[in-house]
T-cell receptor, first 114, second 115 residues
Framework: DAEITQSPRHKITETGRQVTLACHQT?????MFWYRQDLGHGLRLIHY???????NKGEVSDGYSVSRSNTEDLPLTLESAASSQTSVYFC?????????????FGPGTRLTVT | AQSVAQPEDQVNVAEGNPLTVKCTYS??????LFWYVQYPNRGLQFLLK??????LVKGSYGFEAEFNKSQTSFHLKKPSALVSDSALYFC?????????????FGTGTRLKVLA
C-alpha cells in the first residue's frame, strides 16, 4: 500500500546544530508540504513543493530549508536549531487532480531542541 | 487571504448524543473545505471534503458536514457520538488555483466524548 513516512520519529538536538527531518511518500504525488504543530497555533505551513526542483516558502519558513530532487522525498533542514523550533513536524502530500484534493499526512516527528 | 476559524477549543458531549464541531471560513471564490481528525501521537487523517454539489457531505466513521454558503460555515456533525471519537479535529480550506495551491488550517477543536 502507498504511504508517507517520516524519520526519525523523535529527535533531541542541541541549539545551533543542523538537523534534517526526512519525508518519503510512495503515493506518487507531485505536491508535498511541511507543517509544524504547536499548541494554540494548529498547523502552520513551513515549506511546500509542487514538483521536482520546485520549493516555496510558507508562513513560518525562517530558519528552515527544503530541497526536492525527486518525486518521493522532501527533506526539511533546520540550518541552526533554536529552542523556538521545538515542535511536532508533519509532512503531507496531495495529488489535487481527478477529484482527489485532500492531503495525506505522515506520522510526525517530535523535535526537541535543548 | 483565505482563513478558517474554529471558535471552540474544546467540545464535550455525552456518548450517544449528537455532536457538532464548528468551522467558519473566509475565502474568495468557491471554497474547497476539508475536515481532518488527529488521534494522540498520530498524523492527521482525512475525514471528508466539500468541493461542489450537495451541501451535506458524508465522510468516514459516520461523520458528515454541512456546507452553508450564506453563513460561510462548514460544521462537522455526527448523529450519535462514540467515546472513540474523542480526538483533535481540524478544519481546512484550500487556497490558490489548480496546480498552485496550499492549505490553511484552523487551530483545532478537541472533542471529548464522555461515557
Amino acid at each position: 500500500d502507498a504511504e508517507i513516512t517520516q524519520s526519525p520519529r523523535h529527535k533531541i538536538t542541541e541549539t545551533g546544530r543542523q538537523v534534517t527531518l526526512a519525508c518519503h511518500q510512495t503515493w506518487n504525488h507531485n505536491n508535498m508540504f511541511w507543517y509544524r504543530q504547536d499548541l494554540g497555533h494548529g498547523l502552520r505551513l513551513i515549506h511546500y513543493s509542487y514538483g521536482v526542483q520546485d520549493t516555496n516558502k510558507g508562513e513560518v519558513s525562517d530558519g528552515y530549508s527544503v530541497s526536492r530532487s525527486n518525486t518521493e522525498d522532501l527533506p526539511l533542514t533546520l540550518e541552526s536549531a533554536a529552542s523556538s523550533q521545538t515542535s511536532v513536524y508533519f509532512c503531507a502530500s496531495s495529488l489535487a487532480t481527478g477529484g482527489i484534493y485532500e492531503q495525506y499526512f505522515g506520522p510526525g516527528t517530535r523535535l526537541t531542541v535543548t | 487571504a483565505q482563513s478558517v476559524a474554529q471558535p471552540e477549543d474544546q467540545v464535550n458531549v455525552a456518548e450517544g448524543n449528537p455532536l457538532t464541531v464548528k468551522c467558519t471560513y473566509s475565502v474568495s471564490g468557491n471554497p474547497y473545505l476539508f475536515w481532518y481528525v488527529q488521534y494522540p501521537n498520530r498524523g492527521l487523517q482525512f475525514l471528508l471534503k466539500y468541493i461542489t454539489g450537495d451541501n451535506l457531505v458524508k465522510g468516514s466513521y459516520g461523520f458528515e458536514a454541512e456546507f452553508n454558503k450564506s453563513q460561510t460555515s462548514f460544521h462537522l456533525k455526527k448523529p450519535s457520538a462514540l467515546v472513540s471519537d474523542s480526538a483533535l479535529y481540524f478544519c481546512a480550506v484550500r487556497e490558490g488555483t489548480s496546480g498552485t495551491y496550499k492549505y490553511i488550517f484552523g487551530t483545532g477543536t478537541r472533542l471529548k466524548v464522555l461515557a
